[in-house]
């Protein structure tokens, strides 16, 4: 089963700008996590954000979390050709020990 | 740290033969692990929930008997994908939390399977 609807399917911006990706879902959940996957590769985990938190930063990386809309963006900013990967929200239910996956959102960054 | 790791990290195989993947968690001991499908350009899509000990949990449209999930230790599950077809290629991935923290899972790096 699938959670959650990440928007754009597709992003290619230049170097140096910022991308911002969404991702929305359905149920009550504990956390919502942000994990970055290069083509045929393993997942890597960016951050984590509670149900209770509104904001959170790593680095580069800004994460939103609205829970009264079933909401969280993740913002890059001054994106490099490194950032080039799909990324991935993953939501826990609240009333399941396991976390599923948004659509995801495949992020180009052009030199 | 937590490392999962998974073997192997490609195969091949003949339609109709079966196929083993194993994920270990390295470093820790794994309460829960799980596996992931994903198809290319796609989502992962978890297959299962396993438990050390007990019968895994399969998500709804996965059939238990062509993807034999066993987790006889607290470090070891494998998936078996049996009677494998070519629309069984795909990339498996697994994840392992560690006891009382099931909110945080810890990805293996995932096994490319091709089905001839």
């Known amino acids: 089963s699938q959670q959650g609807e990440e928007d754009p399917q597709a992003l290619s911006i230049q170097e140096g700008e910022n991308a911002t990706m969404n991702c929305s879902y359905k149920t009550s959940i504990n956390n919502l996590q942000w994990y970055r996957q290069n083509s045929g590769r393993g997942l890597v985990h960016l951050i984590l954000i509670r149900s209770n938190e509104r904001e959170k930063h790593s680095g580069r990386l800004r994460v939103t979390l609205d829970t009264s809309k079933k909401s969280s963006s993740l913002l890059i900013t001054a994106s490099r050709a490194a950032d080039t990967a799909s990324y991935f929200c993953a939501t826990d239910e609240s009333s399941a020990s396991k976390i599923i996956f948004g659509s995801g959102t495949r992020l180009s960054i052009r030199p | 740290g937590a490392v999962v790791s998974q073997h192997p990290s490609w195969v091949i195989c003949k339609s109709g033969t079966s196929v083993k993947i194993e994920c270990r968690s390295l470093?820790?001991?794994?309460?829960?692990m799980f596996w992931y499908r994903q198809f290319p350009k796609q989502s992962l899509m978890l297959m299962a929930t396993s438990n050390e000990g007990s019968k895994a949990t399969y998500e709804q449209g996965v059939e238990k008997d062509k993807f034999l999930i066993n987790h006889a230790s607290l470090t070891l599950s494998t998936l078996t994908v049996t009677s494998a077809h070519p629309e069984d290629s795909s990339f498996y991935i697994c994840?392992?939390?560690?006891?009382?923290?099931?909110?945080?899972?810890?990805f293996g790096p995932g096994t490319r399977l091709t089905v001839t």
């Open positions: 470093d820790f001991q794994a309460t829960t």
């Open positions: 994840s392992a939390t560690k006891p009382g923290q099931p909110s945080e899972q810890y």
